[in-house]
T-cell receptor, first 111, second 112 residues
Framework: SQTIHQWPATLVQPVGSPLSLECTVE??????LYWYRQAAGRGLQLLFY??????ISSEVPQNLSASRPQDRQFILSSKKLLLSDSGFYLC??????????FGPGTRLTVL | DAKTTQPNSMESNEEEPVHLPCNHS???????IHWYRQLPSQGPEYVIH?????VNNRMASLAIAEDRKSSTLILHRATLRDAAVYYC????WGSGANNLFFGTGTRLTVIP
């Protein structure tokens, strides 16, 4: 079975600082990978998805970027964080139409 | 992906069945109905999905209306661990990215 790792689990960063969140997947190859953000009390918003190494699609214009340097690695980054970047960031893998598997998430607080 | 409508919250007594409704009146012929749930401070967890026929698995049952414009997730015997936000999502099997649109879901409270 597949496992999705995310780190760190929690992060507190000042406004204007850089960000790097990492997601790695075990137990599957050539996954479709996704970054979602969930603001407090809200549903999930899709930020980026990737169907392969170096292939990134962005769903919404924003202060964030994503990269896929390896098949099972997906990174979410920012050069300068905004207060509005606070939220619960989730990495997911979806290889078919059946279901998506989510990682444990990273809770980011920007102060 | 088409939109779904769910009640904001529901309550159930422990060990009683729970019926979580979802309306999706604009569903297309190629939309699958998916249900996920999210426990506090965790990522969403897949529960069940279906197309036209009712579906059963170890977690729940999914009852789909004949016109497919609504569906109901059934937890046969609610436990305290079932307290979560339940999301009803439509997924077009023909879409390439396989991303899911999560609304605000139904927050299920299980009363001991």
């Amino acid at each position: 079975s597949q496992t999705i790792h995310q780190w760190p689990a929690t992060l507190v960063q000042p406004v204007g600082s850089p960000l790097s969140l990492e997601c790695t997947v075990e137990g599957t190859s050539n996954p479709n990978l996704y970054w979602y953000r969930q603001a407090a009390g809200r549903g999930l918003q899709l930020l980026f998805y990737s169907v392969g190494i170096g292939q990134i699609s962005s769903e919404v214009p924003q202060n964030l970027s994503a990269s896929r340097p390896q098949d099972r690695q997906f990174i979410l980054s920012s050069k300068k964080l905004l207060l509005s970047d606070s939220g619960f960031y989730l990495c997911a893998n979806g290889g078919s139409y059946n279901e998506q598997f989510f990682g444990p998430g990273t809770r980011l607080t920007v102060l | 992906d088409a939109k779904t409508t769910q009640p904001n919250s529901m309550e159930s007594n422990e060990e009683e069945p729970v019926h979580l409704p979802c309306n999706h009146s604009t569903i297309s012929g190629t939309d699958y109905i998916h249900w996920y749930r999210q426990l506090p401070s965790q990522g969403p967890e897949y529960v069940i999905h279906g197309l036209t026929s009712n579906v059963n698995n170890r977690m729940a049952s999914l009852a789909i209306a004949e016109d497919r414009k609504s569906s109901t997730l059934i937890l046969h015997r609610a436990t305290l661990r079932d307290a979560a936000v339940y999301y009803c999502i439509l997924r077009d099997w023909g879409s390439g990215a396989n991303n899911l649109f999560f609304g605000t879901g139904t927050r299920l409270t299980v009363i001991p």
